[in-house]
């Protein structure tokens, strides 16, 4: 598992290294503006997820261990072409900040990413952890290369560039799945409509438990950007939407770990297990998590305005008030990975409704008045609350005493030698492999 989180880890990083590249780009090449535009158009495509995914989504990775490929795959894929298809309609309709002409491309990318998904979790729940990184790599990477060639080389300056990018990555993610999975695709095939009941039941039955959670998170995460659109500019959008991507970046700790704990979780039956584990997770994720946040909130202003451009200068004050909030929320991803691997997604909508009633209550009141400032107040507070929530309900589930949540040094070593093992082990693998091809 330890490798496994490392691999995760690894992979977070270098996509969070990627995704950092392109939002400079972007932002130095378009300004504030079109760095608002892109946030809000790839917002409104997560928008639309969240409900293909009610099928396609955590749920695949639960059900990937208990049912057949073939019977996951075909009503998961048919569910989120009708839901991109129904929803492309919903943003033509409303249209929250996105222009007419990006309407199509936001649909068919919204199934192309929904398809992607589908094969990045029925590898998550086989536990393919690597297999699973390796292919989530590949859309930042693809996304990279397209911005710096059409906005660098050839001097574009429009946000065309970003929508190519995300058509190669979504798509050529979809087909690297495709042949990890090749042994089940070789054998899909479709089965008479009894045979799905089963396998839509649970699609169903866990999907909506799961992603009613992700709906209400997405707002409690989101909602500030179109608030901000409303009652500001698209500019404000683009700086705010800076300084929560680099904040949110030190979830990548709590991600990678999260990722492994869930398919572990999942595939195990020992609740007692379970709750040690995520108990020992979570410890060292939040050591590490406050270094790194410790870091981020020391840079000054300038770093932004060399960075990004002289319009963001705003964002280290906005990233020192969301280091809070966005510390303890590194808790709440541990523990709702326990309770979705337990199949209690219920928990997780509890907490972001509690989250989401704070940024209602805080957003609507606070942004008119103190603009990104209100938004990034609204939103740590946001986040703490998620956290606050769950972690009570797994003390009192648990009955863990108070002193078990402290890391002790004994703890902290064992994690360091672990570690040293670990490491040790691949240096020596890695040469014996070289010292095998030499001869």
Same mark, same amino acid.
């Given at each position: 598992?330890?490798?496994?989180?490392?691999?995760?880890?690894?992979?977070?990083?270098?996509?969070?290294?990627?995704?950092?590249?392109? @939002?400079?780009?972007?932002?130095?090449?378009?300004?504030?503006?079109?760095?608002?535009?892109?946030?809000?158009?790839?917002?409104?495509?997560?928008?639309?997820?969240?409900?293909?995914?009610?099928?396609?989504?955590?749920?695949?990775? !639960?059900?990937? *261990?208990?049912?057949? %490929?073939?019977?996951?795959?075909?009503?998961?894929?048919?569910?989120?072409?009708?839901?991109?298809?129904?929803?492309?309609?919903?943003? @033509?309709? !409303?249209?929250?900040?996105?222009?007419?002409?990006? $309407?199509?491309? $936001?649909?068919?990318?919204?199934?192309?990413?929904?398809?992607?998904?589908?094969?990045?979790?029925?590898?998550?729940?086989?536990?393919?952890?690597?297999?699973?990184?390796?292919?989530?790599?590949?859309?930042?990477?693809?996304?990279?290369?397209?911005?710096?060639?059409? #906005?660098?080389?050839?001097?574009?300056?429009?946000?065309?560039?970003?929508?190519?990018?995300?058509?190669? @990555?979504?798509?050529?993610?979809?087909?690297?799945?495709?042949?990890?999975?090749?042994?089940?695709?070789?054998?899909?095939?479709? %089965?008479?409509?009894?045979?799905?009941?089963?396998?839509?039941?649970?699609?169903?039955?866990?999907?909506?438990? =799961?992603?009613?959670?992700?709906?209400?998170?997405?707002? =409690?995460?989101?909602?500030?950007?179109?608030?901000?659109?409303?009652?500001?500019?698209?500019?404000?959008?683009?700086?705010?939407?800076?300084?929560?991507?680099?904040?949110?970046?030190?979830?990548?700790?709590?991600?990678? $770990?999260?990722?492994?704990?869930?398919?572990?979780? *999942?595939?195990?039956?020992?609740?007692?297990?379970?709750?040690?584990?995520?108990?020992?997770?979570?410890?060292?994720?939040?050591?590490?998590?406050?270094?790194?946040?410790?870091?981020?909130?020391?840079?000054?202003?300038?770093?932004?305005?060399?960075? %990004?451009?002289?319009?963001?200068?705003?964002?280290?004050?906005? $990233?020192?008030?969301?280091?809070?909030?966005?510390?303890?929320?590194?808790?709440?991803?541990?523990?709702?990975?326990?309770?979705?691997?337990?199949?209690?997604?219920?928990? =997780?909508?509890?907490?972001?409704?509690?989250?989401?009633?704070?940024?209602?209550?805080?957003?609507?009141?606070?942004?008119?008045?103190?603009?990104?400032?209100?938004?990034?107040?609204?939103?740590?507070?946001?986040?703490?609350? =998620?956290?606050?929530?769950?972690? %009570?309900?797994?003390?009192?589930?648990?009955?863990?005493?108070?002193?078990?949540?402290?890391?002790?040094?004994?703890?902290?070593?064992? #994690?360091?030698?672990?570690?040293?093992?670990?490491?040790?082990?691949?240096?020596?693998?890695?040469?014996?492999?070289?010292?095998?091809?030499?001869?």
């Amino acid at each position: 598992m330890f490798n496994k989180i490392i691999n995760t880890f690894g992979t977070k990083i270098a996509a969070a290294i990627l995704n950092f590249a392109i @939002a400079v780009v972007i932002s130095q090449m378009l300004g504030d503006v079109g760095k608002g535009v892109q946030s809000l158009m790839l917002t409104t495509i997560s928008f639309i997820l969240i409900f293909a995914e009610i099928v396609c989504g955590e749920s695949v990775v !639960f059900l990937a *261990s208990r049912h057949p %490929f073939s019977k996951i795959f075909v009503p998961s894929v048919l569910w989120a072409l009708l839901i991109s298809v129904v929803m492309g309609f919903g943003v @033509a309709l !409303f249209s929250p900040g996105v222009s007419p002409d990006m $309407i199509a491309h $936001i649909a068919v990318l919204s199934f192309i990413a929904s398809a992607s998904a589908i094969n990045f979790r029925f590898l998550i729940g086989k536990e393919e952890i690597k297999k699973a990184n390796y292919n989530t790599l590949l859309q930042p990477v693809l996304i990279a290369l397209t911005v710096i060639i059409y #906005y660098v080389v050839l001097k574009k300056s429009d946000i065309y560039g970003y929508v190519i990018g995300l058509y190669l @990555a979504y798509g050529c993610s979809f087909l690297l799945g495709v042949w990890m999975l090749r042994d089940e695709y070789k054998a899909l095939r479709l %089965f008479a409509l009894k045979e799905y009941k089963a396998v839509l039941a649970d699609l169903f039955k866990y999907g909506f438990l =799961n992603q009613t959670g992700h709906f209400v998170q997405f707002f =409690n995460l989101r909602l500030n950007y179109y608030l901000l659109y409303a009652y500001m500019d698209e500019g404000r959008v683009g700086v705010y939407s800076n300084a929560v991507s680099l904040a949110e970046a030190i979830w990548i700790i709590s991600n990678s $770990i999260a990722l492994v704990q869930y398919a572990r979780i *999942s595939n195990v039956d020992d609740r007692a297990y379970s709750q040690r584990l995520t108990l020992q997770l979570g410890k060292i994720c939040l050591l590490v998590s406050s270094c790194a946040v410790l870091a981020l909130a020391l840079l000054p202003s300038a770093f932004y305005c060399f960075v %990004f451009g002289p319009e963001f200068g705003e964002m280290s004050g906005l $990233i020192r008030i969301l280091a809070p909030g966005v510390l303890l929320y590194c808790i709440f991803l541990i523990l709702g990975h326990y309770y979705s691997g337990t199949g209690r997604y219920q928990m =997780n909508t509890f907490a972001a409704l509690c989250g989401l009633l704070m940024t209602c209550v805080l957003g609507f009141t606070l942004i008119p008045r103190f603009d990104i400032r209100g938004a990034a107040l609204t939103a740590s507070v946001a986040y703490s609350v =998620n956290a606050l929530f769950l972690l %009570f309900m797994f003390v009192r589930e648990s009955r863990f005493r108070c002193r078990d949540f402290l890391l002790t040094r004994q703890e902290l070593k064992d #994690y360091l030698t672990e570690a040293k093992r670990r490491l040790g082990a691949e240096k020596k693998k890695d040469y014996e492999l070289r010292q095998d091809a030499e001869k």
